[in-house]
């Protein structure tokens, strides 16, 4: 059985902020199908690990990543893993004090966000 997915194009902007005095890095990507069955976290994980595909211990602070995305295909607001995208506004947190259990299973077996400080912490650095 095949995956089902909406033959679309769906253009995806992100704002990776770090740790510390890092720079923010803007990214831009294009989906060319939207797969219907993929879960909110797998999608994210898939855009961090082709984001930092040649340096992927970039992402080890990993703070924040707000997103935008645009398709002018109907219906695509609908599909699960964009419509969880949409409920939280496009912001991912990944402060440890911060995550919820979609950004816990964005970064589970990976190195995202290993070295990322608590909120709390950086509150108080401040």
Partial sequence: MKNLALNAKLNIEV??????DKDQQMW???????????KESEWIR?????AFE???HEA???VKISMCIGCKAKGYQNIPMIKGYLS????????PDQRDEVVEEIIKG????KDTK??????EAV
């Avoid at 939280?88 to 402060?95: M, P, T």
């Fill in 88 to 95: 939280r506004n496009g912001k991912y947190f990944f402060q």
């Fill in 15 to 20: 704002i990776f902020t770090f740790d510390g």
């Fill in 28 to 38: 831009h990507t294009t989906m060319k199908v939207i797969p219907l069955d993929m």
């Fill in 118 to 123: 608590n909120f709390q912490q950086t509150k």
């Fill in 60 to 62: 080890n602070d990993l």
């Fill in 46 to 50: 898939s855009l961090i690990q082709l």
């Fill in 110 to 113: 990976t190195t995202i966000a």
């Fill in 54 to 56: 040649n340096d992927m």
